[in-house]
Nanobody, 121 residues
Framework: QVQLVESGGGLVQPGGSLRLSCAAS????????MNWYRQAPGKQRELVAT???????NYADSVKGRFTISGDNTKKTTYLQMNSLKPEDTAVYYC???????????????WGQGTQVTVSS
């Protein structure tokens, strides 16, 4: 069974930084894409950042230049470095992975449980 576990959330002042981690465990054959999403109260979940197995990255316009997604394949861990945080970045952040557990099966989407990020003075 595949599990994604996020960590690193917390309370930070505006202008501060946090680094989120997403550790994948279980029987994983391959990871195609890893994403970070976030959901603020009363709002829809939105895609924040993406990294492919080849290392290509993409970001929402609202976080470009402030957030950086990266991955450590040996540890099966994905990171989201968040700098210059703003109050509007406050949300629950979710890790999402598009992964194969067996070579002959199509990939499935897996989600972590989420980690709260609060930006406030």
């Amino acid at each position: 069974q595949v599990q994604l576990v996020e960590s690193g959330g917390g309370l930070v002042q505006p202008g501060g930084s946090l680094r989120l981690s997403c550790a994948a465990s279980g029987s994983i054959f391959s990871i195609n894409v890893m994403n970070w999403y976030r959901q603020a109260p009363g709002k829809q979940r939105e895609l924040v950042a993406t990294i492919t197995s080849g290392g290509s990255t993409n970001y929402a316009d609202s976080v470009k230049g402030r957030f950086t997604i990266s991955g450590d394949n040996t540890k099966k861990t994905t990171y989201l470095q968040m700098n210059s945080l703003k109050p509007e970045d406050t949300a629950v952040y979710y890790c999402n992975g598009n992964m194969k557990i067996r070579s002959w099966q199509p990939p499935n989407a897996y989600w972590g449980q989420g980690t709260q990020v609060t930006v406030s003075s």
